[in-house]
């Protein structure tokens, strides 16, 4: 993807499966793109930070390791991983991924994903990035492999503040779908109002489903020859479940979406809808911020 330049690579070097290191090779060998890795050690109490008479710090002695264990993960992955720069830092690792971003100004960042106990996709780190890293964030799904094959481009075409959030999502979605040889969609979710109001009501929902339909239209006049017209998708229903059922039905690889400040408060939260669907869906996902945004890191 010609998009990125400069990818940062989170390697967690307790984890068994590195699904991101494909994703960024493959990422890399496409655009010529600059890649580096970072693993995260953690923070040590300040009782443990002081080397023992005779011994080394602790804390050297665990960046020593995780540097041992991120050459031997990126050595085995491939010999271009092999050839990566690497880093490795102290701390919690969103704020260490999201330091080295702004440190190095990278414009990418790739990470598997993580299971949690509640079986859900996204663990907290990613969740974490999801919300203050500032570039996009590429959260990769075990097992996903190199190239998605059906990627979505999430979008929101009634709201005027997210037009230009709306169009790099949509070129990111299809150049995904180009460099893993497939298909993009562009669907969109709209919530109709209850069927209790009063059918005067009822019938302005109508109205607002046509024009949905028609700014929908408009959106992707420019996307002609790349999303065809049946991968054009308008959805009823709250979103997190109908992105997550469409995802499952439509066997979508790639989710690429917005995450928009609605504080006020630049960095803090990202939207109410974006964060359930984050919570939600089960396949990898493109995060992306708009303009202008600014991490509280």
């Not at 497939?182 to 005067?200: C, E, K, R, Y």
Request: glycine share 6%; net charge negative.
């Amino acid at each position: 993807m010609k998009a990125f330049k400069n990818i940062l690579v989170y390697v967690n070097t307790e984890r068994d499966s590195h699904d991101a290191l494909p994703v960024a090779e493959r990422l890399a060998q496409a655009s010529g793109a600059n890649v580096k890795a970072i693993a995260v050690t953690p923070e040590l109490p300040v009782y443990l930070r002081e080397p023992a008479w005779g011994y080394p710090a602790l804390s050297d002695t665990l960046e020593r390791e995780t540097r041992e264990k991120l050459e031997a993960i990126l050595g085995a992955a491939s010999p271009l991983a092999a050839d990566w720069k690497s880093v490795v830092r102290r701390g919690k690792p969103d704020v260490e991924i999201i330091r080295e971003v702004l440190r190095g100004g990278h414009d990418l960042v790739i990470k598997t994903a993580e299971l949690t106990g509640a079986a859900a996709l996204f663990g907290d780190t990613a969740i974490r990035l999801f919300h203050k890293c500032p570039c996009p964030v590429w959260a990769v799904e075990p097992g996903a492999g190199d190239r998605p094959e059906r990627v979505a481009a999430a979008v929101d075409p009634f709201d005027a503040d997210q037009s230009v959030l709306n169009r790099r999502i949509l070129d990111l979605a299809v150049e995904a779908a180009r460099l893993g040889g497939g298909q993009a969609w562009a669907v969109h979710v709209f919530q109709p109002p209850p069927l209790s109001l009063p059918q005067q009501l009822a019938a302005r929902a109508d109205e607002m489903r046509g024009a949905v339909r028609t700014r929908f239209d408009a959106l992707l006049e420019p996307y002609e020859s790349t999303i065809v017209p049946e991968h054009r998708v308008l959805l009823e229903g709250e979103p997190e479940k109908a992105l997550r059922q469409f995802t499952q039905d439509e066997r979508i690889d790639l989710l690429v979406m917005g995450t928009l400040v609605r504080t006020g408060i630049a960095g803090l939260l990202i939207g109410n809808t974006a964060e359930r669907v984050l919570r939600n869906i089960e396949c990898s996902v493109l995060a992306v911020k708009p303009s202008g945004f600014v991490s509280p890191i």
